[in-house]
Each structure stands twice: as structure tokens, then as C-alpha cells.
């Protein structure tokens, strides 16, 4: 169990590799085509909450219960169609961003897992 020796959030370098993580990704999600339909055009406030929710995801401070209450992603994200296609879109670009993020095994694996089965969660609308 990693989690003995520390949380994720610590073991990758904190709160800056979280806001690399999280820039590496919206450069990708701002260029993807299967994703621009349903992203904000200006994806700041965007970023800032993911850059929020990852903290406390990877296990560091609750930084986004403090300011946007529970989570509850899935009903966060009913309001845009989340189909296979765009689970694999939105993980991909997260693949690459990991890898920018310089982000090394074993958070790099254990952090994609992690994410892949919140974003199969995530899905709401068949092909
Ligand atoms: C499966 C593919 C996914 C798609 C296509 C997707 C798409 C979106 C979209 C369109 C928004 C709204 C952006 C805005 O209006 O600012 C959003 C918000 C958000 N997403 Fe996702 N998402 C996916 C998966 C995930 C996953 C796996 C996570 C967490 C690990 C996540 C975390 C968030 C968070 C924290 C927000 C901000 C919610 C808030 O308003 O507080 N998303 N997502």
C-alpha cells in the first residue's frame, strides 16, 4: 500500500505538479475535437476547479469540499453528453499530460487508474 509511506499528492511534489498536471491537460482539452463542443471557450475557471479537486483527489488538503461543497461529479456532468468516445478523449489527453507533468511511476499508473474509473463513472450518454 503506497499510502502508508505518504499520500500521492505529496509523493509527486504537491500543489505545483497538480497545476502542472492540470495545465498540461486543458492545452490538450482546448485543441481536442471531441471535447471543444462541450468545454468553455476561456477554460480558466475550469482549470482552477479541477486544479482544486485533484489536490484533494491525490489525497493533500480539501481544497475543493471548502469551496464547492461535495463533489458529486456525476451530476456535476449531467449536463454535457459523455459518451465512450469522449471518456477516451478526456483520458488521453490525461495520459499525455501526466507524462509532461513528469510525473514517474509509481504515481504515473496509480494516478491514471485512478482517474479512468471516475471517468468510466462519468459517462451518461451512449455513442
Ligand atoms: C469522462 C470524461 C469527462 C468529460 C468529457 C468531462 C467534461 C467536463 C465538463 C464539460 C466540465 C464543465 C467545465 C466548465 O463548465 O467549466 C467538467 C467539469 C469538471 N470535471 Fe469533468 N469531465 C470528464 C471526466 C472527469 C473526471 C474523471 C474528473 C475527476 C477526476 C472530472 C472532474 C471535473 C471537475 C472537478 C469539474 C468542475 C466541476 C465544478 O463545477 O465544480 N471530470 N468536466
Redesign the pocket.
Known amino acids: 500500500m503506497m499510502r502508508e509511506f505518504g499520500t500521492i499528492y505529496e509523493a509527486i511534489g504537491g500543489y505545483e505538479t497538480v497545476e502542472r498536471l492540470v495545465n498540461a491537460f486543458y492545452k490538450r482539452v482546448a485543441l481536442n475535437t471531441e ?1 471543444i463542443p ?3 471557450e476561456d477554460l480558466t ?2 482549470a482552477r ?2 486544479t482544486l ?2 489536490t484533494q ?1 491525490f489525497g493533500g488538503p480539501s481544497l ?1 469540499l471548502e469551496e ?1 461543497g461535495h ?1 458529486m ?1 456525476r451530476r ?2 449531467l449536463p ?1 453528453k ?1 459518451t465512450p468516445t ?2 477516451d ?3 488521453k489527453c490525461m495520459a499525455e499530460a501526466i507524462v509532461e507533468a513528469e510525473i514517474e511511476e509509481p504515481y504515473r499508473t496509480a494516478i491514471y487508474e485512478k ?1 479512468t474509473m ?2 468510466n463513472h ?2 451518461n450518454t451512449p455513442e
Open positions: 471535447l462541450i468545454f468553455p475557471e475550469t476547479k479541477q479537486f485533484l483527489f475543493y464547492r463533489p461529479l456535476r456532468h454535457f459523455i469522449r471518456r478523449a478526456w483520458l482517474l471516475t471517468a462519468m459517462m
